[in-house]
């Protein structure tokens, strides 16, 4: 069955960097774009970022372009998001997830409804 696996999170001090992972299983992760999405305490998930299964198109929040970078390796079924100069904002759990349909993403703001399967997240927490 679809299966995505994040990790990498963990506690790090305001301007630290740290490299998600989101490894899949059970479809074919060409087809799909995957986004990286993240939700802190009391707040509603957000769109972090995106990257397209076809010509590497992305998509970053206001709130992150700059300081992160999301990557795919196809041969490796997974998706990175390297982050960077982090902020006490960036505090949330992150979770990583396909377009549905497959490929339907191609560019330009995310709308989580047109995201399907699902990871469990990896909370990271910036603190000093």
């Known amino acids: 069955q679809v299966q995505l696996v994040e990790s990498g999170g963990g506690l790090v001090q305001p301007g630290g960097s740290l490299r998600l992972s989101c490894a899949a299983s059970g479809f074919t992760f060409d087809y799909h774009a995957i986004g990286w999405f993240r939700q802190a305490p009391g707040k509603e998930r957000e769109a972090v970022s995106c990257?397209?299964?076809?010509?590497?198109?992305?998509y970053y929040a206001d709130s992150v372009k700059g300081r992160f970078t999301i990557s795919r390796d196809n041969a490796k079924n997974t998706v990175y998001l390297q982050m960077n100069s982090l902020k006490h904002e960036d505090t949330a759990v992150y979770y990583c997830?396909?377009?549905?349909?497959?490929?339907?993403?191609?560019?330009?703001?995310?709308?989580?409804?047109?995201?399907?399967?699902w990871g469990q997240g990896t909370q990271v927490t910036v603190s000093s």
């Open positions: 997830a396909t377009d549905r349909p497959a490929g339907s993403w191609t560019g330009g703001p995310l709308v989580i409804a047109d995201f399907g399967s």
């Open positions: 990257i397209s299964s076809s010509d590497g198109s992305t």
